[in-house]
């Protein structure tokens, strides 16, 4: 009879350490206000041409954010963005945003600057608002 009971008691524990586990991986709901608030802080950064990096640099760091949330493995963003791509409809996009957020934070005094164009801009914040959409970090529009 204890035997049973124990044996009992050890395929439950089993049972519940693998629904924990299973638990602990499931990627997370993004809080979306969280998100919304950091964008619009983002968007004003662009009213001026000298705060188009800080925008861009902020982005990037607000997706980082936004993949580690929904627990995407990875030592780097890269990484991180590579095992989120299924979930990306722009992966050219914010590549292309990424690589441009990278090369901007790489620039230490003395180097050359990186020059931004308008359209260079829009196109990087353009891809880092539907990743985030993609991601869950904003509810999506609704189409009429």
Known sequence: MNEKVLLIALG???LLLIAFIAYRRMPRKLKNTYF???WRELQRNCADRKNWPAALKGADTLLDAA??????KGKRMGA?????Q???SDNDGIWAAHNLAKKLIAVVE???AVKLTKTQVKESLES???TLTDLGAFRREKKD
Request: net charge positive.
């Open 80 to 84: 991180r963005l590579m095992a989120a």
């Open 110 to 112: 003395g180097e050359k």
């Open 67 to 72: 993949l580690k949330k929904r627990r995407y």
């Open 86 to 88: 299924r979930q990306i």
């Open 128 to 130: 880092y608002k539907a």
């Open 36 to 38: 919304v608030t950091k």
């Open 12 to 14: 439950a524990t089993v």
